[in-house]
């Protein structure tokens, strides 16, 4: 494969990782982490990584565009993120 092969792959996958992502709520992960090691053969366990970092960007951009149209309930956010992050450092 060549570089510019890889390089167009990595983008159009990335892209609609991200785009699935953010119009489902299922997390550019469910594409990403599949098209890194399938496709291009990355060890699982950074492409897991790569996919954490990837969701949280994809994540923090769609909280803003949801918070500017009023569209969130900070009250029930602030609950869910508090025990979701304590059930992620407990796992």
């Known amino acids: ?13 990335s ?3 991200g785009f699935l992502g953010a119009m489902t709520g299922l997390g550019g992960g469910v594409i990403l982490i599949p098209l890194l090691t399938l496709v291009f ?13 990837s ?13 500017r149209r009023g569209l969130v309930n900070l009250r029930i956010g ?7 992050a304590v059930g992620a450092l407990l796992g």
Do not use: N
């Open 1 to 13: 494969m060549t570089l510019w092969l890889f390089a167009l792959l990595l983008w159009l996958g």
């Open 15 to 17: 892209l609609t990782a």
């Open 41 to 53: 053969r990355v060890d699982f366990r950074y492409a897991v990584g790569a996919g954490l970092i």
């Open 55 to 67: 969701i949280m960007a994809v994540s923090a951009g769609s909280a803003a565009a949801y918070l």
């Open 78 to 84: 602030m609950g869910l993120e508090l025990l979701t």
